[in-house]
């Protein structure tokens, strides 16, 4: 199912992507449409019906400047401990970051989830070789709970996730034991196909859950009565003929 969001910066990133397939129109309102046709002529390919395929297995290095300046701005303003890799080190910690940071923006920690088999299964499962595959399943199978029980914490509070999987944030490894695992249909993908979709989906499902996370527990602070409280902005302002006003605006003094 699809969803609707006004708010550009969590669009940012898409408009910034697909700056030769979208166009802004109208003032009040602006609107936002998929172009039909390429300025040359030639049709394009729309953005929404996926992602295009890398040529080589790794992160997209375009994405770079914007992983950066989240790397920066979380470190600054809401983790205690530090974030140097985006997301490599959020998949080796489980999560550990952005669940920090949730709980510093929103003052209350996603419910925790009880693991499957008990905490010492995994201990106990790893004393042979197929233990050590049934703890590593277990393994997964509890990481993503945790992912899902995430999801649908930022989810009830607003978040539009709906293309977020909880699988998205495991490991490569993990992602691809889990999509051999649980494809039906007789329908197989090779283990690089799994790889490069993998790259895609995870830097998009962390991307995301942030931006998610600073809009519906940071910026739905930011209200017309809190910029009016705030030093530095005064209110602008036209009467009619009555003395009310017809419209209003806050801008910084200068």
Request: net charge neutral.
């Amino acid at each position: 199912y699809g969803v609707t969001d006004n708010c550009l910066l969590t669009n940012y990133h898409y408009l910034q992507s697909n700056a030769d397939f979208c166009v802004i129109e109208g003032d009040n309102p602006t609107l936002i449409r998929e172009k039909d046709d390429r300025p040359d002529g030639d049709p394009g390919v729309n953005p929404s019906s996926g992602s295009a395929s890398h040529a080589s297995v790794g992160y997209n290095s375009s994405d770079a400047p914007v992983h950066e300046f989240l790397v920066r701005w979380m470190n600054g303003n809401v983790l205690r401990a530090t974030l140097e890799n985006f997301p490599n080190d959020l998949i080796a910690a489980g999560g550990r970051h952005l669940l920090e940071m949730i709980e510093f923006l929103a003052g209350r920690s996603v419910p925790a989830v009880k693991p499957q088999g008990g905490q010492a299964a995994p201990a106990k499962a790893g004393k042979t070789a197929q233990g050590a595959k049934r703890s590593a399943d277990l393994q997964r199978s509890n990481q993503i709970l945790i992912y899902d029980q995430l999801l649908n914490f930022l989810k009830q509070h607003g978040a539009l996730l709906s293309s977020v999987r909880p699988e998205h944030f495991l490991s490569c490894d993990q992602f691809v034991k889990h999509m051999q695992q649980t494809t039906s249909g007789g329908v197989s993908a090779t283990r690089r196909q799994l790889e490069k979709l993998f790259y895609v989906k995870s830097a998009d499902a962390w991307t995301n859950a942030i931006w998610q996370t600073i809009k519906i527990f940071l910026l739905n602070r930011v209200t017309p009565k809190a910029l009016k409280m705030t030093p530095g902005m005064r209110d602008e302002h036209e009467d009619d003929e009555d003395g009310q006003a017809t419209s209003k605006k806050l801008s910084p003094e200068l």
